[in-house]
């Protein structure tokens, strides 16, 4: 079946570093791929998006790349801070559903 | 714009009761999608709904559970004979058309 993996599973920098996480997905015909930032105890927040018809997408400090042939997609924060600490999850969307990978918690260390 | 809305944010039942679960979208929204999160875990899809229809409900388990989305009122999510293993967050996410979602706060199903 449809399959997202995200690694890495934990990650640590230092702030004012640089972050990235990166999913593979397993059904080339997914063409919409969000990334959603959940802090503890509250709701997925969608942070960036893209869909299969643009490579890079950049909002800020965040950036998303997406890498059709290969079926990747990356997330990229720049400038880390403290408050960017959160579990991470990309999704890909799938025919009728979407697929979440299984997260990344980023600590931001001061 | 309002949010998401979800109720109750908690809820505590015994084994053997049923959980009703409400979820009313964002205003103007007619997609509605069901997920279920475990601690530490991500976001696992169990139903998606549009006004008065299922259109997948691939990842919702056949027995106990069933959800509705009615043209008045909102999308409910049941689940009946609860059992331990059914304590989870649910979160609710709507959409205006299919892409991008936007969750609602979740409830907390607790089963003692």
């Known amino acids: 079946g449809e399959n997202v993996e995200q690694h890495p599973s934990t990650l640590s920098v230092q702030e004012g570093d640089s972050a990235v996480i990166k999913c593979t997905y397993s059904?080339?015909?997914?063409?919409?791929f969000p990334w959603y930032k959940q802090e503890l105890g509250k709701r997925p927040q969608l942070i960036i998006d893209?869909?299969?018809?643009?490579g890079e997408k950049k909002d800020q400090r965040i950036a998303v790349t997406l890498n059709k042939t290969a079926k990747h997609f990356s997330l990229h924060i720049t400038e880390t801070q403290p408050e960017d600490s959160a579990v991470y999850f990309c999704?890909?969307?799938?025919?009728?559903?979407?697929?979440f990978g299984p997260g990344t918690r980023l600590s931001v260390l001061p | 714009n309002a949010g998401v809305m979800q109720n109750p944010r908690h809820l505590v039942r015994r084994r053997g009761q049923e959980a009703r679960l409400r979820c009313s979208p964002m205003?103007?929204?007619?997609?509605v999608y069901w997920y279920r999160q475990l601690p530490e875990e991500g976001l696992k899809f169990m139903v998606y709904?549009?006004?008065?229809?299922?259109?997948?409900e691939s990842g919702m388990p056949k027995e106990r559970f069933s959800a509705e989305f009615p043209k008045e009122g909102p999308s409910i999510l049941r689940i009946q004979q609860v059992v331990r293993g059914d304590s989870a967050a649910y979160f609710c996410?709507?959409?205006?058309?299919?892409?991008?979602?936007?969750f609602g706060d979740g409830t907390r199903l607790s089963i003692l």
């Open positions: 996410a709507s959409s205006l058309d299919r892409q991008p979602q936007h």
């Open positions: 059904d080339s015909a997914s063409n919409y």
């Open positions: 893209i869909r299969s018809n643009v």
């Open positions: 999704a890909a969307h799938f025919i009728q559903n979407f697929v």
């Open positions: 205003k103007g929204h007619s997609h």
């Open positions: 709904l549009q006004k008065e229809n299922i259109i997948d």
